[in-house]
Every structure is written in C-alpha cells, then in structure tokens.
C-alpha cells in the first residue's frame, strides 16, 4: 500500500492512522549493521621464512595427460611493507633430470577490497602472469583469474592452506568449463627450513 504526502488534516485520525500500519507493515525488516570487513594485511605472515618445496606439475594440462613431473628444491618467503606484500622466490629441479625451474611471486594486499593478488613469473618468460586475485578464511586462500590457455579461455584457482606453523599445501587448478570442474595441475608442499628469512 502507497501513502500520498497529503497534509494529515485531509485524512482524519483514522485514515493517517491506517496509513503508518500499512507502510510500517511494508517496509521491510531493519538489517543488522554491515560487519566489518576483516583485515587481511597478515594472511601471509605464517609463511615468511625458508622452507624445503615438493612440487609437482602436470605435464600437459588440460589435454587428458595424466603424465607429472616432479621437483625438489626451496622457497624463501620474504616480508615487505610490514606484511601488506611478499616476496616469495621458488627455485627446484626436476627429480632424475635437468629441468630447472627458477620463479617468484609477488602477492600484494589491497587494503580497500582486503583481498590479495597473486603476481607470478618465471625466470623462463622474464614477465609478470595475470594475477590471481582472492582472500583467506580460516586458514584457507582462494585466488581465481580468467585468462587465455592454448587459444582458450579458461579459469584458474590457485589455493593454499596453512596446514600448520612449519607445513603449507599449494594447489593450481584450470577449468576450461566455466568452472564446472577443475583439473589440478600444479601441488607444491612446503616444510619449514627456517623463520628467519625476511623478518
């Protein structure tokens, strides 16, 4: 019900009465207030230091392969701007063979969306990736982009769970179906060497 803003002296008593009811009955239910958004600006402070890396990739992905390649090697986690951006520079080669693989990420925190981005490159292609862009929850971070892969577009999921102070899981994953399913393709798991890098 629609209440005019006529002066309550055309109406009577009565009629201004059952005008509030109805728009008090209408309105809708007063929300509670917006939480605040949490800070975010440490989600990475658990990982600083050096660690021992197990990484694991999909030789062809999105293909059928179901063909891994393994490495052994370090990753060292540096702090930068007080934690609200690292460095992380990931260097391993290939288990019974020569690949190398050398290659940093640059993850910076955007203190307006409290969400991260996930800069990558690799020392092969000498540029910056699209970032992957996402937040943590309870211990958890997800991070998604959409970019080209072999002339398709697809998405990507780029996830990494604190297991504990001295264990991290990293997981990448494409989806070329909208993010129907997902095909892991990249798993690295890290074990602290040291804390002592970059703090």
């Known amino acids: 019900m629609m209440c005019t803003r006529l002066p309550m002296l055309m109406f009577g008593t009565a009629a201004a009465l059952l005008c509030m009811q109805a728009q008090a009955q209408s309105a809708p239910a ?14 990475f402070d658990f990982e600083i230091g050096n660690w021992q890396t197990h990484l694991k990739r999909l030789q062809h992905p999105l293909s059928g392969s179901t063909t891994w390649i393994e490495y052994n090697g370090t990753t060292s986690v540096k702090k930068i701007w007080s934690g609200r951006a690292n460095l992380v520079e990931l260097e391993v080669d290939q288990v019974g063979a020569t690949s190398h693989i050398e290659a940093l990420s640059l993850r910076l925190y955007n203190p307006d969306s409290h969400q991260w981005s996930l800069n990558f490159a690799s020392s092969a292609g000498g540029t910056m990736a699209q970032p992957t862009i996402g937040e943590f929850k309870d211990g958890r971070g997800e991070f998604y982009d959409q970019e080209s892969f072999n002339g398709r577009s697809i998405l990507v999921r780029f996830v990494i769970t604190q297991l504990s102070k001295d264990a991290a899981h990293f997981e990448q994953a494409f989806s070329s179906d909208g993010g129907k399913t997902w095909e892991v393709n990249w798993v690295a798991d890290d074990t602290r060497v040291s804390s002592e890098g970059g703090k």
């Open 30 to 43: 007063a929300t509670p207030a917006t939480a605040t958004a949490r800070d975010g600006s440490h989600d």
